[in-house]
Structure formats: structure tokens, C-alpha cells
């Protein structure tokens, strides 16, 4: 599958690939994807749930590791030419480990989802987030892809 990047073709903005909606949707942009892998952004926002005196712990990290997940999820279904998008279901992490407590608001996290297996509407990623060069956590989700029958236009 060809990779793509912000510096060949524009990716639709995460609204179009999650079935979220503000203030719940946290993923920024999608900075690169290449079938395996997606790199997205986010920054901490004041408006964001569980944001208190500035600061998020950095549990909130699984969120975000689930919404890449459902952007890769997403691109890839657009590839196959389905531009439809699928709730999916977060089943669950192994080896999450949070290397901080806290995140300020303010701060732009990189989060890369990296596909492990796929297949049977079941997926696994290795994610990690990074604030500027250091990492602030990482765990392998496991998640289930709705079907068509649970569809959502993200309109």
C-alpha cells in the first residue's frame, strides 16, 4: 500500500473518521499514515474533560491512542473504499505504561498507532505518545472495528 504524508495529499480531518464529536473529538490532525501506521497530533486543551488547575493526567492518553487507532482505522477503510465510519470498541491495553503523571494544557502530544494484527473486525496497535521528545506513554490497545450495520456518517 503507498504511504502518505501531509506533503503529497491532504487527510481528512479526524471529525470525518471518528464517530465523536467536539469537544470529544482530540485528535488535531493526522500527520502521516502508511497503511501500517498512522502519526497524529493533539494538543491539550482547557475545554478538554478531566482538566483540572492546567493539568490532565496522562491516563488520558488511552483516549488518545484510541482515537488514532480509529483515525488508521478510518484511512484504511477509505482506502478500501469505504468512506463510511465504524464505531469500534476499546477491549483493552497490555504493558500501558504512563512515564508521567501529568500533562499540561497548552502542550502538543504526537501519538503514533502502529498496527500489530487485523482481521475479524479485531485489531491490535502499539501506541505511543510523545510531548515534544519525550515520551509520556505507551501501551498496546486491543479494540474491536464495527460492521456496516453500525455505521456512522461522522456528519
Known amino acids: 500500500m503507498t504511504g502518505f504524508d501531509l506533503g503529497t495529499v491532504g487527510f481528512p480531518s479526524p471529525e470525518r473518521l471518528?464517530?465523536?464529536?467536539?469537544?470529544?473529538?482530540?485528535?488535531?490532525?493526522?500527520?502521516?499514515?502508511?497503511?501500517?501506521?498512522?502519526?497524529?497530533?493533539a494538543r491539550v486543551r482547557a475545554r478538554q474533560l478531566i482538566v483540572v488547575d492546567g493539568l490532565t493526567s496522562t491516563l488520558m492518553c488511552i483516549e488518545y491512542m484510541a482515537q488514532a487507532v480509529g483515525c488508521a482505522e478510518g484511512l484504511l477503510r477509505r482506502a478500501e473504499g469505504t468512506p463510511a465510519v465504524h464505531r469500534g470498541l476499546l477491549l483493552g491495553t497490555r504493558e500501558a505504561v504512563f512515564d508521567v503523571g501529568m500533562i499540561a494544557v497548552g502542550e502538543e502530544l504526537t501519538i503514533s498507532a502502529t498496527s500489530r494484527f487485523s482481521g475479524a473486525r479485531m485489531a491490535s496497535y502499539a501506541c505511543n505518545v510523545v510531548c515534544g521528545t519525550k515520551r509520556v506513554a505507551h501501551a498496546e490497545l486491543n479494540v474491536y472495528v464495527g460492521d456496516d450495520a453500525e455505521k456512522n456518517t461522522g456528519e
Open 18 to 41: 471518528l464517530p465523536h464529536k467536539a469537544p470529544m473529538v482530540l485528535i488535531d490532525e493526522i500527520s502521516a499514515w502508511d497503511g501500517s501506521c498512522v502519526v497524529v497530533r
